[in-house]
Structure formats: structure tokens, C-alpha cells
């Protein structure tokens, strides 16, 4: 894995940024110092700590092996959601018919190639359109 650059007021912060990055805790971070910063005089002047920064290779594999859960983990909550939107897409395409005329609901029979719309009364369209 290549070195990543990371940069905040201090090393620590940086190292810590880096920490989050790649979700792992210091001792398995293997980083150097670029910068080490300044604070600059009444913070005029001031620079930032810059490390660079990877995970150390034995550790590699398990960073790899986690990300590949949390893909995993993201696809099902995606087909979680779509799932639900269906049901609701549904169910507000019945609301809706409920709240059409009859005028409404002749044209939809129509739409949708229901036989004989034009005999049927209001009961007897959101029937044939459920």
C-alpha cells in the first residue's frame, strides 16, 4: 500500500487523521514526519504538521478483508431500501386512485388497456385497477 499524505495542526492530529482514515489504531500505522509544523508568531505564519502515512504491511490483509464487509454491508442496505420503496410506490399509486373521479379513473383504465372501462362504476374501476 502506498503512503497517503495527511496534515493538521499538530502530528498528533495528523497521525490521528490517519488513524481514521484507514480505521486502524496508531501502533499499526506506519508513518514519517514531513513537516513537523509551526505555530507561528501570534498565528501569523502558521504551518501545519504533514505526515505520510500507511498501514503496515502484516496488517494489510485484515484492512482489506474489512473493507470488503463494509461493501458487502453497504449492498445489502441498499437492497434493504429499495425493497420498501416499492411497497410504498405502491401503495401511494392506490392512494391515489382512491382519490381520482370517476372521470380520473376512466382515463386511467384506458391507460392501462382495461376491457370495458366505460360500463364500470367507481368500485368497479379501482378494482380492476389494483
Known sequence: MDYMEFSAKTVNDAITEACTHFVVESSKLDYEVVEEGSSGFLGIGSKNAVIKARVKEENEEAILAAEEVKKEEKK?????KKAPAKKEAKKEETKSLND???????EEAKNRGVKGYSKMK???LLEALK
Open 100 to 106: 381520482m373521479n370517476l372521470t380520473e379513473l376512466k
Open 76 to 80: 445489502e442496505v441498499k437492497e434493504e
Open 122 to 124: 367507481k368500485d368497479e
